[in-house]
């Protein structure tokens, strides 16, 4: 569902077996409530997500920790994440194989690399690409649409259009955290069985939190989902462009 005040749904993609969400740090970022209502949307489909954290070629030391914090926090709670360069062709080889006789999906924010990837696991496809916008670290649209090709190692790949914001959509509040896998292993040990974690005593969820056993990021993007609080992710994605933009400046 689109985030501006059209509120228009769309459907991306139909039939897939796995989607693969390409992440940059700051080429552009990559919001940790990007990434999460994502993966949201994936559980509650029932579709495998694997994070690809892109371009790690271009990582400094500080984007490198950035990367390996989200990296750990993610195959904590059990999705797979992979390292990749489309440049050096690091993480390629890995990607092939959990893309071999599956019908797979790249998504992610323009600018990602989803096309530059296509054209590395497939050079002869030669899709069109374009720089990132150095004055807004944003990237360009240059998908306009989905397209499935079959890749010559026994694959087929729908590349889709970039994603700015993603809404969710026709969730009702009691099953959110149930799309949370560690919400979801927690759950039964709430004392109410209709806890929606946030202001009900004895919270299994809450009291992991505290215990930094659930990442404070993850219940962020639980609170915003539960809430409805598309403004208040509206202004993340604003807000992460701009540090980008001005780091991009800086540099």
Request: proline fraction near 2%; charge should be negative.
């Amino acid at each position: 569902k689109s985030v501006n005040l059209s509120h228009q749904m769309h459907i991306i993609a139909s039939n897939i077996d796995v989607v693969f969400l390409l992440v940059t740090i700051n080429n552009p970022p990559t919001t940790t409530s990007f990434i999460d209502r994502f993966l949201v949307t994936a559980e509650a489909y029932g579709i495998e997500a694997v994070l690809v954290f892109n371009k790690i070629d271009t990582f400094d030391e500080a984007t490198l920790e950035d990367q390996l914090y989200l990296q750990y926090i993610y195959t904590e709670i059990g999705y797979k994440c992979l390292r990749v360069s489309a440049k050096d062709g690091k993480g390629i080889d890995e990607l092939k194989a959990l893309m071999k006789d599956r019908v797979s999906m790249f998504s992610g924010h323009s600018g990602v690399g989803k096309s530059t990837l296509v054209n590395t696991l497939e050079p002869a496809l030669n899709l069109k690409t374009k720089q990132i916008s150095a004055s807004h670290a944003q990237g360009k649209h240059t998908t306009t649409f989905a397209e499935m090709f079959d890749l010559s190692f026994g694959a087929k790949i729908i590349d889709t259009p970039g994603i700015r914001g993603f809404g969710i959509v026709d969730m009702e509040k009691q099953e959110i955290g149930d799309y949370f896998p560690e919400f979801f292993a927690l759950k039964d040990q709430c004392k109410f069985n209709n806890c929606l974690h946030k202001d009900e005593p004895h919270c299994a969820i809450k009291n992991a939190l505290e215990n930094d056993a659930i990442a404070w990021s993850r219940y962020k993007s639980y609170t915003q989902i539960l809430e409805g609080d598309e403004e208040q992710y509206r202004a993340d994605i604003y807000d992460a462009e701009r540090r980008a933009s001005d780091e991009t400046r800086k540099s």
